[in-house]
């Protein structure tokens, strides 16, 4: 078992950056793939990226690839989700979730976090 908490949402201007963190409770962190996804409303939850435990393997959704750049450190328990130049279609709740393998299905991440809000204004 994992619990996830995100933070680091708010509201920027577009072209703006944001840095979202999300912290892991438990002594396995290390074991976990990581993720993040994102919902906006009306919408299904979709793939933003991944990370495998040890940063060796990255995915990233098309749509954000070059903008986004996901990290984890191990030592704190801690995944990032740099987010740079940002539109207002990144606009959404984001959530991070942790699996023992890594996929870009949100069925495959059994453990997730409450989600934060990210608000781009054009």
């Known amino acids: 078992q994992v619990q996830l908490v995100e933070s680091g949402g708010g509201s920027v201007q577009a072209g703006g950056s944001l840095r979202l963190s999300c912290a892991a409770s438990?002594?396995?962190?290390?074991?976990?793939?990581m993720a993040w996804f994102r919902q906006a409303p009306g919408k299904e939850r979709e793939f933003v990226a991944f990370?495998?435990?040890?940063?060796?393997?990255?995915s990233y959704e098309d749509s954000v690839k070059g903008r986004f750049t996901i990290s984890r450190s191990n030592a704190k328990n801690t995944v990032y989700l740099q987010m740079s130049s940002l539109k207002a279609e990144d606009t959404a709740v984001y959530y991070c979730a942790a699996a023992m393998g890594y996929s870009r299905a949100s069925s495959n991440w059994p453990f997730w976090g409450q989600g934060t809000q990210v608000t781009v204004s054009s």
């Open positions: 990370i495998s435990w040890n940063g060796g393997t990255i």
């Open positions: 438990g002594r396995t962190f290390n074991s976990y793939a």
